[in-house]
C-alpha cells in the first residue's frame, strides 16, 4: 500500500477511534455497545497486523500522521486485496452495528456520537474500497458488463444525485445531450455512472460558486458503434499546469493541504481513468487556475436495444411487507466473526425470522437436517472449511430437500473466480459486504419464493413422474464414451468441454427467453442440448430438459420455471460428478 495511503487509513482510523471514544458505552449499557467497542480493538489489532506484520508497533506512531513506508500497489496486489478484506469484514459489523443502535431509544448526545461512528466508519470503508478496486482494476480482474442501457435515464438519475451534493453553494449545474446521442446503448452502465459521478463530484468539492456543465455528444460513427464524449466542465478553482500533468497518477492530491481542507484518496481519477481505458477509450484534462478545469473522455459504444433492458430490476421493498413475507423463515448462518454472528442473529431476528448461527460446519450440517431450513448465509472464508466447501457437502447430501437449500454467500470480497467457484459449489445468490438492509431483505425474500416454487416443483414433478425423486441417483458413466473415442482421453476431454460450454450458454440463453416469454427459444435451446445430455449419460438432467420442451411448446411458462430451477439445482452436481469420472479415467 503507498505511503499517502495508509496515511489516509490512519486518519480515518484515528478519526473512528476519536468518535468511539467520545461514546459513553456506560451510558447506552447495551450488550451491542460493549461488544462493538471489543470488536473496533480488535479490528485495531488486526489490522495492525496485517499492515505492519505481528511486530508490535508504539500506539503513539500507530496514529501519527508520519508517513510508513510499507510496499506499493504495484509490489503485491494481492497483499492489498487480502489486507482489504481483513479490514472490511470488521468495519461491516461496525457499520451493521451502528445501524442497530441508531434505531434504539437514544438521547440526542448519544444518536450524535453513533453518528459520528458510523460517518467514520464509512469513511474508511470508502477508502478501502477504492484501494481495493484499484488494485484489481491494475491487476486486470475487474469484470466489465456489457448489458443493454438507457443512457438518458443513468444520466438523470447522475445529474440528480450531484444536486443533492450542492450544499450551502450557489453552483447551478447544466446539462446538454447532442440529439444524435442514441438513447440505449450497450455497455457497464455502472461503471459509466461510477466515472460521471467522480468527475461531477471532484467539480463539486472545487467549485464555491459558478456552474458545472456536462455534455455528451457523438465524435465518431462507424459499423453500429458510436464514439461518445463526455465533457465536464466546472468555473471553479482550477489546476495548476505543473500539478495537470500528474493528475491522472495515483494517490496524487494537486495540493499538499488537499487532502485536509477536501478529504478523497487521490484515487479517483487514476481508478476513472483506468475504467476508461479498459472500455476501449480516453480521457483528457484541460485547467486554468483560478479559472476552471475541463474533463473530457471518449467511450465507444454500441447502439442497444430498449427490448432487451430487464423490467425485473431490484425493486426496493417496504420493510413492514417485507418484514411479513419474511416471518418464520427459518434461517441458518455459517459465520466465524462474532461480532458478524450478533449481528446478522439481531437483523434476522427483527423480521421475525427464526435463525441459528455456527461456525461449526459439522453443527451446521446437523441443524439443516433436524431444523427444517428454508435458507442458508454463508460466509465465504471460514478457517476450518471454506463456504465453498461446506455448500459442497450440503449439494451432496441424499436428501433433495436438504440438498436444493438455498445458499446465499456473502464475503467482503468478491472476485471472478469466486464466482466461478460459487457455481461450482451450487451456491445460489451472493451478497457483498457490507451489504444493506434492504439488499439482504431483498435476497431473502427472491430465495425464499424460488424455495416455495422449488418445493412445490418437487412436489409437480412427483404428481408428473417426469422424474421420479425417490428414484437411485443416477452416476455418471464416461468409460464407454471414452471408448467411442478409441480411448483416447484428450478428446474426451475435449467433448467434456464442449458440453459444459453448450450447458452455460443454454443456461444464459434460456434464462433471457424466460425473461422475455420467448417460447421459441426456450424449445430451441433445450432442444440443442439433448443430444449433449444424452451423450454425456446424464439421464435425468435430459428428462427435465424433455419437460422443458414440453413445456416450451404448450406454453407453460410455470411448468418451465419449475423444471429450469430444478436443472440449476442439479446440474452443477452433475458437472462435480463429470470431473470426477474424469479425473478418475485419466489416472487409468
Ligand atoms: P480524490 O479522490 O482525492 O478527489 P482525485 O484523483 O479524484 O482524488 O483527484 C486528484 C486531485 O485532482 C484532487 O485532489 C484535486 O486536487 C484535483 N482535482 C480533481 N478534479 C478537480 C477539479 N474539477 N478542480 C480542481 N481540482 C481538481
Redo the contacts with the bound molecule.
Keep these: 500500500m503507498s505511503k499517502l495511503k495508509t496515511k489516509d487509513l490512519i486518519c480515518q482510523l484515528s478519526d473512528l477511534e476519536t468518535s468511539l471514544n467520545g461514546f459513553s458505552f456506560e451510558e447506552l449499557s447495551t450488550l451491542e455497545a460493549k461488544t462493538l467497542k471489543n470488536s473496533f480493538n480488535r479490528f485495531k489489532t488486526q489490522l495492525n497486523d496485517q499492515i505492519f506484520g505481528t511486530d508490535k508497533i508504539n500506539e503513539k506512531d500507530f496514529f501519527t500522521n508520519e508517513i510508513i513506508s510499507v510496499p506499493t500497489p504495484s509490489q503485491d496486489n494481492k497483499l492489498i486485496a487480502h489486507v482489504s478484506h481483513e479490514i472490511r469484514t470488521p468495519l461491516n459489523g461496525i457499520i451493521g452495528f451502528t445501524n442497530l443502535l441508531r434505531e434504539e431509544n437514544l438521547t440526542e448526545g448519544q444518536f450524535k456520537k453513533v453518528e459520528a461512528i458510523q460517518s467514520a466508519s464509512y469513511n474508511l470503508m470508502e477508502i478501502i474500497k477504492?484501494v481495493l478496486e484499484y488494485s484489481k482494476l491494475t491487476a486486470g480482474i475487474e469484470d466489465f458488463d456489457s448489458v443493454d442501457f438507457n443512457l438518458h435515464r443513468l444520466l438523470k438519475d447522475v445529474m440528480f444525485l450531484c444536486q443533492t451534493l450542492i450544499v450551502d453553494k450557489s453552483v447551478t449545474l447544466n446539462i446538454d445531450i447532442s440529439p444524435d446521442v442514441p438513447n440505449i446503448l450497450i455497455g457497464d452502465p455502472s461503471k459509466l455512472s461510477q466515472i460521471l459521478l467522480?468527475?461531477l463530484g471532484?467539480?463539486i468539492?472545487?467549485?464555491e460558486k459558478g456552474q458545472i456543465s456536462l455534455s455528451v455528444v457523438v465524435t465518431e460513427q462507424k459499423k453500429g458503434t458510436h464514439m461518445l464524449q463526455f465533457s465536464v466542465k466546472?468555473t471553479?478553482?482550477?489546476?495548476s499546469k505543473e500539478?495537470l500533468g500528474h493528475?491522472f497518477e495515483s494517490y496524487?492530491?494537486?495540493?499538499k493541504d488537499?487532502?485536509q481542507k477536501?478529504?478523497?484518496?487521490?484515487?479517483?481519477?487514476?481508478i476513472?481513468k483506468e475504467i476508461i481505458e479498459k472500455q476501449g477509450g480516453s480521457i483528457a484534462v484541460t485547467?486554468i487556475l483560478g479559472a476552471g478545469?475541463t474533463?473530457k473522455f471518449l467511450i465507444p459504444f454500441r447502439k442497444g436495444n430498449i427490448q432487451n433492458i430487464s423490467k425485473n430490476k431490484p425493486k426496493s421493498i417496504s420493510t413492514q411487507k417485507g418484514k411479513e413475507l419474511l416471518g418464520g423463515t427459518k434461517i441458518l448462518v455459517f459465520e466465524d466473526n462474532e461480532l458478524n454472528q450478533h449481528l446478522i442473529s439481531e437483523q434476522l431476528t427483527k423480521w421475525n425470522c427464526i435463525t441459528h448461527v455456527t461456525a461449526n460446519p459439522k453443527e451446521g450440517l446437523s441443524l439443516l437436517n433436524t431444523e427444517e431450513i428454508d435458507i442458508v448465509l454463508m460466509d465465504l472464508k471460514m478457517p476450518k472449511m471454506s463456504g465453498f466447501e461446506i455448500s459442497k457437502s450440503i449439494r451432496s447430501l441424499q436428501d433433495t430437500t436438504l440438498n436444493q437449500v438455498p445458499i446465499i454467500a456473502f464475503s467482503a470480497d468478491f472476485t471472478a473466480q469466486d464466482q466461478e467457484y460459487c457455481y461450482e459449489s451450487g451456491i445460489n445468490d451472493f451478497l457483498l459486504k457490507p451489504y444493506t438492509l434492504n439488499e439482504l431483505m431483498i435476497k431473502l425474500l427472491k430465495r425464499k419464493k424460488e424455495r416455495n416454487l422449488t418445493q412445490a416443483s418437487l412436489r409437480l414433478l412427483k404428481q408428473e413422474t417426469i422424474i421420479s425423486i425417490k428414484q437411485k441417483k443416477e452416476t455418471v458413466e464416461l468409460s464407454s464414451l471414452l471408448q467411442e473415442c478409441d480411448d483416447e482421453i484428450e478428446m474426451l476431454e475435449e467433448l467434456v468441454r464442449l458440453f459444459k460450454q453448450n450447458i452455460y450458454e443454454f443456461i444464459g440463453a434460456v434464462k433471457i427467453a424466460i425473461s422475455n416469454k420467448n417460447f421459441e427459444e426456450i424449445y430451441h435451446a433445450s432442444h440443442k442440448i439433448k443430444a449433449g445430455l444424452a451423450l454425456m449419460n446424464t439421464n435425468d438432467l435430459k428428462r427435465l430438459i424433455v419437460g422443458m420442451e414440453d413445456g416450451a411448446k404448450n406454453t407453460e411458462l410455470a411448468k418451465i420455471e419449475l423444471l429450469f430451477a430444478q436443472f440449476l439445482v442439479q446440474y452443477p452436481l452433475k458437472e462435480a460428478q463429470i470431473d470426477k469420472e474424469l479425473k478418475k479415467l485419466k489416472k487409468r
Design positions: 477504492e467522480n468527475l471532484n467539480a468539492k472545487f467549485v466546472d471553479g478553482i482550477g489546476i500539478q493528475i496524487k492530491q494537486a495540493e488537499t487532502f477536501y478529504g478523497g484518496s487521490g484515487l479517483g481519477l487514476s476513472v485547467s478545469t474533463f
